[in-house]
């Protein structure tokens, strides 16, 4: 190999993610807990509450700058940690961006067009965003992955699990693919951010591969977790559905915010073709250093 090494993981301080996994966990059981039968909410005053507490805990002050190398491993911990629970605060955004009001503004619709309403963000910070959007997309991936294999294992038909029925395993299998995937290209992005900073060309590849990744990764996590549940899937009282929304806002942001699918596809293929071969190209991506 040349002298190669691959690089270990960035790791974030355990205490971090042991308390951010139990508080948001918290949180949200306690959040869901008093949500409408018909899915309205019109509880303004009890997300206000929802953010003092989590202000109160220290997390909105993990990422003192957007541009702090050393603070995003323990920032990206948070911002996971609250999106697989689907915490209805938006850790990616008010770390980056320090929105207060928008952290905590529930979503009219998670079809209309994500840059609709998109402030006109300094390039790091778009780029900033984008790294969180990442890290949450993995995360809610993750989640909507375990209850779905949990499901298939309690869930019969004909007098066996789900889970036994090889359609089912394959979906699930695809799934899981695509998860890993998405988690991979984020953990290299986030590793791009800490090391050599949020505007490098390195990163800005990153997160355009990131883009495509994630994209292509919530429409099969989307399909087929929302397959294996059937129409419980679709229910307020069941959480899938609220992961299920998160993914496709994320994945819609996270397009917005590097310009749209096709942009991103260009932007690689014109550094595939500068670098003189798609291997150089990626290899250049992933190397260590700046």
Known sequence: MNGARIEPVLVADAMVREAATRAFEDLA?????????????????AREALLEKVVALGFAEA???????AAWPDAAEIIRAAARVAAPVDMALLLVTGDRAGCIAPRQSPYRPAHVGLPAYSPDIIRALALGRALQIGAAMEAALE??????????????????FQAIQHGLALAA????ACQAISELALAGAARVGLDSLRLSGLLDAAALVCGRGVDVVYDICH??????GYTREYALHRHSLDLLFWRDQLMALR???????ERLGEAALGAGSLW??????MKPGA
């Open 147 to 164: 209850l779905s294999i949990v499901y298939v294992q309690d869930r019969k038909q004909f007098g066996q699990a789900l889970a036994r």
């Open 280 to 285: 150089r190209s990626v290899t250049h991506l």
């Open 177 to 180: 693919e695509e998860t890993a």
């Open 63 to 69: 990422l003192p700058a957007p541009e702090d190398r």
């Open 227 to 232: 397959q294996v549940h059937g129409a419980i």
């Open 259 to 265: 310009g749209g699918e096709l942009r991103a596809a």
């Open 29 to 45: 059981r306690a959040w869901h807990a008093g949500e409408n039968a018909d899915g309205s909410d019109p509880r303004s005053a």
